[in-house]
T-cell receptor, first 111, second 115 residues
Framework: DQQVKQNSPSLSVQEGRISILNCDYT??????FLWYKKYPAEGPTFLIS?????DKNEDGRFTVFLNKSAKHLSLHIVPSQPGDSAVYFCAASKGSYIPTFGRGTSLIVHP | NAGVTQTPKFQVLKTGQSMTLQCAQDMNHNSMYWYRQDPGMGLRLIYY???????DKGEVPNGYNVSRLNKREFSLRLESAAPSQTSVYFCASSVDRGRGTDTQYFGPGTRLTVL
């Protein structure tokens, strides 16, 4: 049973617009959330994270929002650029446990 | 720093053959991991090593064995490859598995096909 769900396998956005990638989780014990980005033929790289004590974390064009009551987080990319085209993985962890990954969302940003 | 390196990049095996995937990191990390990525399935943990000398099973360990050779190296062995093991394999490392907030650093992956 998936504890971390990324229900949209793909997302297509125009350059300059906002990209919103969503992630839902089922385990209320998760207290730390991460986003990784993966280009084809490369390994995932860490993008941004958020602790459960916060509801927002921002890093440049990337912002992650956490809604604990809804068990939902989202990654906002503003403005989107063609170089952002990649697969984005959401991951969640509790305490010292290894993060559990979602299945990923493929983002395509059109010029 | 090279980060996390994996060899080979590509491999084709016949059913029943064995092989070892190699992984090394030069970041002095304590913890290392092996994942597989299948289409539509995300990253699934095969085995991990919290520290030198220890290994533990992850979500999908069947058909695999691992060796933490030293602090730098963590290998994954397929004793008798099966077509279901066709996948992309990623090795990763982090400072310390004991802290769930640690960022994992991934290698470039090994694309394995079992015929």
């Amino acid at each position: 049973d998936q504890q971390v769900k990324q229900n949209s396998p793909s997302l297509s956005v125009q350059e300059g617009r906002i990209s919103i990638l969503n992630c839902d989780y089922t385990n209320s014990m998760f207290d730390y959330f991460l986003w990784y980005k993966k280009y084809p033929a490369e390994g995932p790289t860490f993008l941004i994270s958020i602790s459960s004590i916060k509801d927002k974390n921002e890093d440049g064009r990337f912002t992650v929002f956490l809604n604990k009551s809804a068990k939902h987080l989202s990654l906002h990319i503003v403005p989107s650029q063609p170089g952002d085209s990649a697969v984005y993985f959401c991951a969640a962890s509790k305490g010292s446990y290894i993060p559990t990954f979602g299945r990923g969302t493929s983002l395509i940003v059109h010029p | 720093n090279a980060g996390v390196t994996q060899t080979p990049k590509f491999q084709v095996l016949k059913t029943g053959q064995s092989m070892t995937l190699q992984c090394a990191q030069d970041m002095n990390h304590n913890s290392m991991y092996w994942y597989r990525q299948d289409p539509g399935m995300g990253l699934r943990l095969i085995y991990y090593s919290a520290s030198e000398g220890t290994t533990d099973k992850g979500e999908v360990p069947n058909g695999y064995n691992v060796s933490r050779l030293n602090k730098r190296e963590f290998s994954l062995r397929l004793e008798s490859a099966a077509p279901s093991q066709t996948s992309v394999y990623f090795c990763a490392s982090s400072v310390d598995r004991g802290r769930g907030t640690d960022t994992q650093y991934f290698g470039p992956g090994t694309r394995l096909t079992v015929l």
